[in-house]
Nanobody, 121 residues
Framework: QVQLVESGGGLVQAGGSLRLSCAAS????????MGWYRQDPGNERELVAN???????KYADSVKGRFTISRDNAKNTTYLQMNSLTPEDTSVYYC???????????????WGQGTRVTVSS
């Protein structure tokens, strides 16, 4: 069983910073992609950023230049450093990982429980 433990959400003023963390634990063969999505009520979950095992990262246009995703492969952990936050970044942020449970098994998708980020104006 794979578990994702998120931390780092909270309340911050506009212009401030937060860092989200997501640690994956359990049994798996490889941890291919780690990332963050966010979702507001009534809206679809949208990609914020993700990073593959080689360190190649992808960002939503709305966060480019402000957010930085990284990962520590030794700790199976991904981080999202969020700077210059605006009220529009207020949302619930979900950790997402795509992993291979065993060498002969297909990739599987897992979600964290979500952590709320609130940016006040």
């Amino acid at each position: 069983q794979v578990q994702l433990v998120e931390s780092g959400g909270g309340l911050v003023q506009a212009g401030g910073s937060l860092r989200l963390s997501c640690a994956a634990s359990g049994n798996f063969f490889s941890l291919n992609v780690m990332g963050w999505y966010r979702q507001d009520p009534g809206n679809e979950r949208e990609l914020v950023a993700n990073i593959d095992s080689s360190g190649s990262a992808k960002y939503a246009d709305s966060v480019k230049g402000r957010f930085t995703i990284s990962r520590d492969n030794a700790k199976n952990t991904t981080y999202l450093q969020m700077n210059s936050l605006t009220p529009e970044d207020t949302s619930v942020y979900y950790c997402n990982v795509i992993l291979r449970p065993a060498s002969v098994m297909p990739l599987r998708n897992y979600w964290g429980q979500g952590t709320r980020v609130t940016v006040s104006s």
